[in-house]
T-cell receptor
Framework: KNEVEQSPQNLTAQEGEFITINCSYS?????LHWLQQHPGGGIVSLFM???GKKKHGRLIATINIQEKHSSLHITASHPRDSAVYIC??????????FGTGTRLKVLA | DAGVIQSPRHEVTEMGQEVTLRCKPI?????LFWYRQTMMRGLELLIY????????DSGMPEDRFSAKMPNASFSTLKIQPSEPRDSAVYFC????????????FGSGTRLTVV
């Protein structure tokens, strides 16, 4: 069993839809990182969080350390949000465990 | 700020040749990371440096791989000799430890070993 599971693996949405991507992990962690990888391959760090919720523009990330679960929400989705979203928990060092990613496609 | 700069963007080389990948971190960032991404294994941390000193190289696959950071503005990842299974995208990232939003990644180097 993978230490990090993301769901769904693939997601197609219509522009404007509310999107949720889930991340569950089996190891004890102190923080979790959400990354966005664009179709061209570039990787952008979205959030690093250890508790509660963080918001950045149309993106919201939540984490429940006790339940070992994090979610990434995108409100009013747009085609430019099309990317692979990767969650990466860490036990407190820089050794992140990377999920395999959720491939999101937002249609105009 | 120009961000994290990696070169080359693409590299095609023959098996057995030496390959050197280069990275310039963001000025002032004191952590530098080398990652490898493949379809099969996803993103893997190879090695990271703090203040130019290698802290953890346990992700380096074997002795054919070596990394150096001679100063705060430059790092190299060398593969000698290269093998087809080394084909991947290699990312460099840097961070300021106190930065709340995590790393800044370079654009990556796509390496193909034929």
């Amino acid at each position: 069993k993978n230490e990090v599971e993301q769901s769904p693996q693939n997601l197609t949405a219509q522009e404007g839809e509310f999107i949720t991507i889930n991340c569950s992990y089996s190891v004890g962690i102190s923080a979790l990182h959400w990354l966005q990888q664009h179709p061209g391959g570039g990787i952008v760090s979205l959030f690093m969080l250890s508790s509660g919720k963080k918001k950045h523009g149309r993106l919201i990330a939540t984490i429940n350390i006790q339940e070992k679960h994090s979610s990434l929400h995108i409100t009013a989705s747009h085609p430019r949000d099309s990317a692979v979203y990767i969650c990466a928990p860490t036990s407190g060092t820089y050794k992140y465990i990377f999920g395999t990613g959720t491939r999101l496609k937002v249609l105009a | 700020d120009a961000g994290v700069i990696q070169s080359p963007r693409h590299e095609v080389t023959e098996m057995g040749q030496e390959v050197t990948l280069r990275c310039k971190p963001i000025s002032g960032h004191d952590y530098l990371f080398w990652y490898r991404q493949t379809m099969m294994r996803g993103l893997e941390l190879l090695i990271y440096f703090n203040n130019n000193v290698p802290i953890d190289d346990s992700g380096m696959p074997e002795d054919r791989f070596s990394a150096k950071m001679p100063n705060a503005s430059f790092s190299t990842l060398k593969i000698q000799p290269s093998e087809p299974r080394d084909s991947a995208v290699y990312f460099c990232a840097s961070s300021l430890a106190a930065l709340p939003y995590g790393y800044t990644f370079g654009s990556g180097t796509r390496l193909t070993v034929v």
